[in-house]
């Protein structure tokens, strides 16, 4: 439930801070005294509007912070889906706050979020029924639904199922859709991918060629200067002149020769030389055995020129990679096979489509029969709420229509009819009820509903406006019945159901330092006496509209179903 609503720096409000209460909770107060300000308040926190004019100070910010506390595990796990955990103490922030730039930040639990995320939560935790939603009655695509709110699991568990199937239904009509095309543009299409699948094909590409390739073209490519240095290498380390460090080498083994012979702890030195030579000669050989290699003619050279050009032509249309040629060869395969076969693809996708079309009928008619059920139910109990509003003879019932077309929540139309007064047609509730009537039906609705109905929190602004006595008697006594399942939170201006508070509030207007302030306080029982003398007698409270108060609060408390 809602705990508290702290409101800082927002039009007659410097800071208030209001502590709500289980049950009923009453706020009242004078016309213009600020009423409108703390909905509107409410209504910001829940992803309402939020304009920098409403700032009663420009130069400091506008909050608006909402506390709820949740012992609901139902609720708890429509928060979880939504990733937002309760503290330790099962308590949830709700938070709004503006500059004077205009720019705004949505809080939960310190954490900021979207105001689509925001709105998501909230609608989880509090239902606010200001005075304009009760056109939402006169708006036929509404009623549905408020039928399917009222049909529970049971109902959604069939919409889930209308929905999916439906789904699957749009999909391959969409395919079809997309996939239709004359013959001409057929062909066009098949001789284009072949024409493609050919081109790939011819070229008999081998996974690493390019790169084999690239390292050939290279080498080739600078041939010449490679040649030129081995062979200057080859003249300075071979046997090619007398400067040559293969013919020095020798000489100077024959010289170490005659040395060892006299000297046997000169063999060592003369042994390494030995090896070193082995080695030289060892190094020649595959210098000249790779300049033999080295040598390449010019169609050696156009051949690989042209291969790699082939290649880089294919990379340059089909991908960067030869892996990635070899995946679009794959997809134009199976694209053309289904082109060649095009008339059979097209008639197997008429046949899902056929096949998915009567599953999703029967389903709508379950959804639909279903509906027609639960709306007999559900209007008996309106009726019944209706009667229990000071309606004496009331006809309510819902009328369905059924689509021409498929809709992902079925193929129902349906509206609310409503007779008011004896032999009176039945007609469509938009052109029937005047504001007064609407705000009645719209509480019976919410009675029939609130059982069902998880959001512990509901808030009524002046749903009583265009009712009295008697009426109103009976509003209070509807407003105590919801309130003993739901923390219900009421703005009134109706003595009846000021009188049916468990907690009762007064909004006041008052100026300090020159300014107009809005404040609001929880009233103690006498205050609430006189309160509702107030509202019973206007501005002078006498003792005979005091008496009349308390006889009121009296009847009101024995009145109320517990």
Do not use: W
């Amino acid at each position: 439930m809602l705990l508290n609503m702290h409101i800082k720096n927002l039009a007659l409000i410097n800071e208030i801070d209001i502590n709500f209460n289980e049950g009923l909770n009453i706020l009242t107060g004078e016309t213009g005294a600020g009423k409108s300000i703390i909905i509107g308040s409410l209504g910001i926190c829940l992803g309402g509007k939020f304009s920098k004019e409403l700032l009663r100070d420009d130069t400091k910010d506008g909050l608006v912070e909402l506390m709820f506390s949740v012992d609901s595990q139902e609720i708890k796990d429509e928060l979880c889906a939504l990733e937002v955990y309760p503290d330790e103490e099962d308590v949830i922030l709700v938070s709004r706050r503006i500059n004077n730039a205009g720019k705004t930040i949505n809080r939960i639990n310190d954490n900021t979020v979207t105001i689509g995320k925001l709105k998501d939560v909230a609608s989880v935790l509090i239902d606010l029924h200001a005075q304009h939603e009760q056109q939402t009655l006169l708006k036929v695509s509404k009623h549905m639904d408020i039928l399917d709110r009222f049909g529970g699991e049971e109902l959604s568990k069939l919409k889930a199922q209308v929905a999916l199937t439906y789904q699957q239904y749009m999909e391959i009509k969409t395919r079809l859709e997309d996939e239709s095309m004359d013959e001409n543009e057929k062909n066009k299409q098949i001789d284009y991918l072949q024409y493609q699948i050919d081109e790939i094909e011819k070229a008999n590409l081998k996974q690493g060629e390019d790169q084999e390739l690239e390292v050939l073209y290279k080498k080739i490519v600078n041939s010449k200067e490679i040649l030129t240095t081995a062979d200057e290498i080859y003249s300075s380390t071979g046997y090619g002149s007398r400067d040559s460090a293969a013919e020095q080498i020798g000489r100077a083994l024959n010289q170490m020769k005659r040395v060892a012979e006299l000297d046997e702890d000169f063999q060592s030195s003369y042994d390494t030389l030995v090896d070193i030579d082995s080695m030289l000669n060892d190094f020649n050989r595959e210098l000249s055995a790779y300049m033999k290699g080295m040598e390449f003619d010019d169609e050696e050279f156009k051949t690989v020129e042209s291969r790699l050009d082939l290649i880089n032509s294919l990379k340059a249309k089909y991908g960067r990679e030869i892996t990635d040629i070899f995946n679009v060869l794959k997809n134009y395969r199976t694209e053309l096979e289904k082109l060649v076969s095009f008339d059979e693809y097209i008639a197997k996708l008429r046949n899902e489509l056929l096949n998915v079309e009567q599953e999703l009928k029967a389903k709508c008619n379950r959804l639909s029969a279903k509906r027609k059920e639960v709306s007999v139910n559900m209007c008996k109990q309106i009726k019944d709420s209706l009667f229990e509003l000071n309606f004496m003879s009331v006809e309510f019932e819902m009328r369905f229509e059924e689509l021409d077309r498929f809709t992902a929540s079925g193929t129902d139309s349906a509206q609310f009819y409503i007779s008011t007064n004896v032999g009176e047609a039945i007609r469509p509730l938009s052109q029937v009820a005047s504001g007064g009537e609407l705000s009645r039906v719209m509480l019976a609705l919410k009675s029939c509903i609130a059982n069902l109905d998880a959001t512990p929190t509901l808030v009524f602004d002046e749903i009583d406006v265009g009712i009295s006595g008697r009426t109103a008697q009976a509003v209070a006594q509807k407003m105590s019945v919801i309130g003993r399942n739901h923390q219900l939170i009421c703005i009134t201006h109706l003595p009846q159901i000021a009188a049916m508070a468990d907690t009762h509030y007064v909004i006041e207007k008052n100026v300090e330092n020159n300014k107009t302030i809005t404040s609001i306080k929880e009233l103690s029982k006498k205050e609430e006496i006189n309160e509702i003398a107030r509202l019973l007698g206007g501005a002078e409270i006498t003792e005979a509209t005091i008496k009349s108060a308390e006889e009121m609060k009296g009847l009101a408390d024995r009145t109320k179903i517990y």
